[in-house]
């Protein structure tokens, strides 16, 4: 009987209205779900990722975060909005270019203040000063090769206010290669630790 009645009433709907019930349903549902996962904290952009790359240098925190408009979130959030005013827009039996440049601005604002929201607590929840203290016990990727007892300095890549490529020394009796996982273990100076390998 429900499958009988949503039959009829798609049927009935212009060409228009389909296209924007078809872009409105599934980008709210994943709308609702990247809510439900910020609220939980799984949908931060800046978490759970793997460093790689040829950085050689640090990265510097008062750089700035970047205001990134073309993000999936705020993709997301474009073709929802897009989608139900596009569709409020029809119901107002407002004329089809009317219609989509409505629907295509709104969605815009809507790209625009999401990029907005995620830049302004992206530069609220960063520190611009390195806590190298902070660093003891955290686990990083060896991106240079470090020498054994302290023979030179390697380098890592490790989250620390942000991605940084530190300067690290060990005691250990081998070279600890690239790609090794290690852990610090001491700090030696402001730009210098000290690490061992897992």
Do not use: H
């Amino acid at each position: 009987m429900l499958l009988d009645n949503f039959s009829t009433w798609w049927q009935g709907l212009e060409l228009l209205s389909k296209i924007y019930w078809l872009i409105t349903i599934p980008f709210s549902i994943l709308f609702v779900i990247e809510l439900v996962m910020a609220f939980f904290g799984a949908g931060s952009d800046s978490g759970g990722f793997d460093a790689s790359g040829d950085a050689d240098a640090s990265i510097d925190i008062d750089d700035g975060i970047s205001f990134q408009l073309i993000t999936l979130k705020n993709l997301v959030a474009f073709f929802t909005i897009f989608g139900w005013i596009g569709l409020a827009c029809i119901d107002s039996q407002l004329s089809i270019p009317t219609t989509i440049i409505i629907s295509t601005t709104c969605g815009l604002l809507m790209m625009i203040l999401m990029a907005s929201i995620y830049y302004f607590m992206g530069r609220l929840s960063e520190s611009g000063n390195l806590e190298i203290n902070r660093a003891i016990g955290v686990k990083a990727t060896v991106y240079l090769p470090v020498p054994p007892r302290r023979q030179g300095a390697g380098k890592i890549q490790i989250k620390l206010q942000g991605l940084r490529t530190l300067d690290v020394v060990t005691d250990e009796e081998e070279t600890i290669p690239t790609g090794s996982l290690c852990e610090v273990v001491g700090i030696l100076s402001d730009e210098i630790l000290l690490v061992r390998k897992l």
